[in-house]
C-alpha cells in the first residue's frame, strides 16, 4: 500500500495510560538483554571519536557508530520489524529448505543468527564493514568482515540475500545489485527493506517540526558530504527490474513514529521506532553532523528539540518502509503467480496504514 493510503487511528484524549511509552515487543520480550554483552572487549578493532566508537576496516566508510548504544538502536529495528511483519523475519517466497544464505550489512546478526537458527541445514553468511558480532553462534552461521561495494569474494549461488536499511548507506547501488544477481542461483531470491526517509503525517505534524528537519538534515548531510544514495527506497523496484530480476514486488508499511496509534500493535511498533529514532539522532550528531560543521550547542539544541518532537503525543508522525522482493529468472524462465510473502512465510494479510 503507498503513502497516504489509509488511517492510522490516534488515541483519543484521556487514552494513554502510565507507561505507556515503554517499548516491549511480543517477538522480543526480553528487549533489554543483549546476547553480546560489553562490546568493549574488541575494541583494539574500533577507533574512538567524538565519545563514539567506529569501525577500522576502510576507516570512515560508514559514519555511523558501532558501539553499544548502536546496538541499542539496530535490536530495537529488529523488533520493530518483526513486530511490522507479525513475528517473521522475511516475506519473500524461498521455500522451507534454503541452503545458502546471505545477509548484507548484517550489522550485529540478529537477523542472521535467528535465520540460522530457523533454517539449521542452511549456511548462512553474514558480511559487514565491522567485527561487532557475537562469538557464540549457530555452527551454521559465519560472520566475514568485507565491504559489499567491493567485488565479491564469498561464495556464490545463493539461494536468498537479504538487506535491511543497507542501500540507503551505499553509493551505487546499482552496481551492488548486479553483483547480487550474479550471486544468486537461478531461481534465487533477493530481498531488501528500506525507509524513505521523510517525516510525514496529518494535520498535526509542521513542516517546521524538529524531527521533520532533523531527517532532512540528515538527508542532506548524509547525500552530499558521504555521497548515499539517501532517496534510493523510491527507485528501487526499478532498479531491480532493470537488473534483471523477475517476480518484483513491492509493499509498503507507513510506521508511526511514537506511541500514538490507537491500535495496539501499532502503538508498540510506534514506540520502537520512537526509540529508533532517538537513537539515530544522537549517532548522527557524532560524526556527520560534527564533520558537517555543525557547533556543540546548535547539535546539542537539536537533540532536545527531536527528544521533545518524539515525545509529543499529539503529533501523529509517520515514515515509509518498504519491503521488496525478486527473483533470479529460473532456469526455465517463467514469472512467477506466486503471490508476496508466499510459501513458508505466507502472504501478509494485515499492512501498517496511514
Given at each position: 500500500m503507498e503513502q497516504g493510503v489509509g488511517v492510522i487511528e490516534p488515541l483519543g484524549e484521556g487514552e494513554w495510560q502510565s507507561g505507556e511509552d515503554t517499548a516491549t515487543s511480543d517477538y522480543d520480550p526480553s528487549i533489554a538483554e543483549s546476547r553480546y554483552g560489553s562490546l568493549t572487549s574488541s575494541v583494539n578493532d574500533h577507533i574512538w571519536e567524538y565519545g563514539r566508537r567506529y569501525h577500522t576496516f576502510r576507516e570512515g566508510r560508514y559514519p555511523i557508530p558501532n558501539d553499544d548504544l548502536e546496538y541499542n538502536r539496530e535490536y530495537m529495528r529488529h523488533a520493530m520489524f518483526k513486530e511490522i511483519l507479525e513475528g517473521k523475519l522475511f516475506v519473500a517466497p524461498i521455500g522451507n529448505h534454503p541452503q545458502k544464505i546471505a545477509d548484507l550489512g548484517t550489522g550485529?546478526?540478529?537477523w542472521a543468527i535467528e535465520?540460522?537458527?530457523m533454517f539449521p541445514s542452511a549456511k548462512v553468511v553474514g558480511v559487514d564493514l565491522s567485527p561487532i558480532q557475537p562469538v557464540w553462534i549457530p555452527p551454521n552461521v559465519e560472520f566475514v568482515v568485507d565491504d559489499i561495494e567491493d567485488e565479491w569474494v564469498q561464495d556464490s549461488d545463493f539461494d536468498f540475500i537479504h538487506l535491511r536499511y543497507v542501500s540507503i548507506a551505499l553509493k551505487d547501488n546499482t552496481a551492488l545489485?548486479?553483483?547480487i544477481f550474479e550471486n544468486l542461483k537461478p531461481g534465487g531470491w533477493v530481498e531488501s527493506a528500506e525507509m524513505s526517509p521523510h517525516v510525514f503525517g496529518d494535520h498535526t505534524v509542521k513542516p517546521d517540526s524538529a524531527l521533520v528537519r532533523f531527517y532532512e538534515l540528515g538527508n542532506e548531510v548524509l547525500s552530499s558530504r558521504y555521497g548515499f544514495e539517501v532517496e534510493i527506497a523510491d527507485s528501487l523496484q526499478d532498479l531491480m527490474l532493470r537488473t534483471g530480476f523477475i517476480n518484483v514486488r513491492k509493499r509498503t508499511y507507513n510506521v508511526p513514529i511514537g506511541g500514538w496509534a490507537k491500535e495496539q500493535r501499532l502503538r508498540v511498533i510506534g514506540r520502537l521506532m520512537k526509540e529508533v529514532s532517538m537513537d539515530l539522532c544522537v549517532a548522527m550528531a557524532a560524526r556527520p553532523f560534527i564533520e558537517h560543521g555543525m557547533e556543540e550547542k546548535?547539535?546539542?539544541?537539536?537533540r532536545d528539540s527531536v527528544k521533545a518532537a518524539l515525545n509529543d503525543r499529539t503529533a501523529h508522525a509517520q515514515v515509509?518502509?518498504?519491503?521488496?522482493?525478486?527473483?533470479k529468472p529460473p532456469l526455465s524462465a517463467n514469472p512467477s503467480t506466486s503471490s508476496f510473502g508466499s510459501g513458508q512465510q505466507q502472504q501478509q494479510q494485515q499492512q501498517l496504514q496511514t
Amino acid at each position: 500500500m503507498e503513502q497516504g493510503v489509509g488511517v492510522i487511528e490516534p488515541l483519543g484524549e484521556g487514552e494513554w495510560q502510565s507507561g505507556e511509552d515503554t517499548a516491549t515487543s511480543d517477538y522480543d520480550p526480553s528487549i533489554a538483554e543483549s546476547r553480546y554483552g560489553s562490546l568493549t572487549s574488541s575494541v583494539n578493532d574500533h577507533i574512538w571519536e567524538y565519545g563514539r566508537r567506529y569501525h577500522t576496516f576502510r576507516e570512515g566508510r560508514y559514519p555511523i557508530p558501532n558501539d553499544d548504544l548502536e546496538y541499542n538502536r539496530e535490536y530495537m529495528r529488529h523488533a520493530m520489524f518483526k513486530e511490522i511483519l507479525e513475528g517473521k523475519l522475511f516475506v519473500a517466497p524461498i521455500g522451507n529448505h534454503p541452503q545458502k544464505i546471505a545477509d548484507l550489512g548484517t550489522g550485529f546478526g540478529d537477523w542472521a543468527i535467528e535465520m540460522g537458527e530457523m533454517f539449521p541445514s542452511a549456511k548462512v553468511v553474514g558480511v559487514d564493514l565491522s567485527p561487532i558480532q557475537p562469538v557464540w553462534i549457530p555452527p551454521n552461521v559465519e560472520f566475514v568482515v568485507d565491504d559489499i561495494e567491493d567485488e565479491w569474494v564469498q561464495d556464490s549461488d545463493f539461494d536468498f540475500i537479504h538487506l535491511r536499511y543497507v542501500s540507503i548507506a551505499l553509493k551505487d547501488n546499482t552496481a551492488l545489485f548486479r553483483r547480487i544477481f550474479e550471486n544468486l542461483k537461478p531461481g534465487g531470491w533477493v530481498e531488501s527493506a528500506e525507509m524513505s526517509p521523510h517525516v510525514f503525517g496529518d494535520h498535526t505534524v509542521k513542516p517546521d517540526s524538529a524531527l521533520v528537519r532533523f531527517y532532512e538534515l540528515g538527508n542532506e548531510v548524509l547525500s552530499s558530504r558521504y555521497g548515499f544514495e539517501v532517496e534510493i527506497a523510491d527507485s528501487l523496484q526499478d532498479l531491480m527490474l532493470r537488473t534483471g530480476f523477475i517476480n518484483v514486488r513491492k509493499r509498503t508499511y507507513n510506521v508511526p513514529i511514537g506511541g500514538w496509534a490507537k491500535e495496539q500493535r501499532l502503538r508498540v511498533i510506534g514506540r520502537l521506532m520512537k526509540e529508533v529514532s532517538m537513537d539515530l539522532c544522537v549517532a548522527m550528531a557524532a560524526r556527520p553532523f560534527i564533520e558537517h560543521g555543525m557547533e556543540e550547542k546548535e547539535r546539542e539544541e537539536l537533540r532536545d528539540s527531536v527528544k521533545a518532537a518524539l515525545n509529543d503525543r499529539t503529533a501523529h508522525a509517520q515514515v515509509p518502509i518498504h519491503i521488496m522482493i525478486g527473483q533470479k529468472p529460473p532456469l526455465s524462465a517463467n514469472p512467477s503467480t506466486s503471490s508476496f510473502g508466499s510459501g513458508q512465510q505466507q502472504q501478509q494479510q494485515q499492512q501498517l496504514q496511514t
